[in-house]
């Protein structure tokens, strides 16, 4: 049977050449000889009992400005005939992002999805880190206004962040000087997680990624000055990083949780000692961490990938 994938992922025309993973992943199946399928979460269906989506056959290129072509015109196929699907459309992290995770837990075992879509569904990003809170710093979930005031004068100097986003998307700092209720509760129609701001943002987070487990690369994201948010998508510059503070011990202990629980494709996000987010959705940091240390994850990816499912 010819090798072939899917890619549920958000408009593909749309995508940041410069910083999406996806796009690596499915190059470097490419190479591999797949055939590749790209869908949106919005056409995944279930009809006459069977898992499809509708969709194009395409063709990727290394060229910024043309990076893929359709192969076909938009057709409906039965998800079970690939050998890969990779869940990769970004958050909000809302019911249709979970009903498409409820959809895919469908599909046979012969059929994997990276991440496993129950992994993903129970793994929320925010919420995940509390599995390791040894390494988190003063945080709470909440959708009480006096809570977080009573933190912030514990604390005195908080970030308040949305818990379904990405991106740094409704991101803010406060202090007891610049407190503003207001916009914290334009977000408070769900709980919002409040940490304590950590200094050692000033050098940069840290994005470390997984591969089944294993550690295979980070990178560090510095803001932009006057920028609280390291985040790529948010401006954040990619520098170059060794593991430091407690990566390591991070690293020894999620490691084998993120396995367990078939989570094969993980970024994580540290700052200074802190863990602050496990990305399961859709990490990125590929392309930064290849040309950084002249590097090839995708290939990486995949060798694990196949050895794993013993497609070598």
């Known amino acids: 049977m010819k090798k072939s994938i899917a890619i549920q992922m958000d408009d593909i025309s749309e995508i940041d050449y410069e910083f999406d993973s996806s796009f690596l992943i499915g190059y470097e199946a490419q190479l591999r ?34 990076y893929f072509k359709f192969k076909s015109k938009k057709i409906f196929v039965k998800l079970e005939k690939f050998q890969f699907i990779f869940l990769r459309q970004d958050p909000p992290f809302d019911m249709s992002y979970i009903t498409s995770t409820y959809i895919l837990d469908l599909l046979p075992a012969s059929t994997i999805v990276v991440n496993n879509p129950t992994a993903v569904r129970n793994s929320t990003e925010k919420l995940f880190t509390f599995k390791f809170r040894e390494f988190m710093p003063p945080t709470l979930v909440t959708k009480d206004l006096k809570i977080i005031e009573d933190f912030l004068i514990k604390e ?28 914290i509760q334009q977000y408070l129609h769900l709980p919002i997680m409040v940490q304590k701001f950590i200094k050692e943002i000033d050098d940069g987070d840290r994005r470390i ?37 407690r990566d390591r011990e991070i690293i020894e202990t999620l490691g084998p949780e993120l396995k367990k629980h078939n989570l094969f494709f993980v970024g994580i996000d540290v700052i200074g000692n802190y863990l602050t987010e496990i990305n399961v959705t859709s990490p990125t940091g590929l392309k930064q961490i290849n040309a950084l240390n002249n590097v090839k994850l995708e290939k990486d990816f995949w060798d694990k990938l196949e050895a794993k499912y013993k497609l070598v």
Do not use: C, M, W
């Not at 055939?35 to 279930?46: A, E, M, Q």
């Not at 100097?157 to 991101?171: F, H, Q």
């Not at 700092?173 to 407190?179: A, L, S």
């Not at 487990?213 to 994201?221: I, K, L, Q």
């Open 156 to 183: 005195e100097d908080i970030i308040t962040k949305p818990l379904y986003g990405n991106g740094g998307e409704g991101i803010h700092r406060f202090n007891k000087n610049n407190f503003n209720n207001k916009i």
């Open 209 to 245: 990624i997984f591969f089944d487990g294993e550690y295979h690369g980070s990178v560090a994201r510095i803001p932009q000055l006057g920028n609280l948010k390291a985040n790529f998508h948010a401006g954040g510059k990619a520098y170059k990083t060794d593991l430091v503070y």
């Open 33 to 66: 000889d797949y055939d590749i399928f790209y869908y949106n979460p919005n056409d995944l269906y279930i009809i006459e009992n069977n898992i499809q989506a509708s969709g194009y056959f395409i063709e990727l290129a290394l060229d910024k400005n043309n």
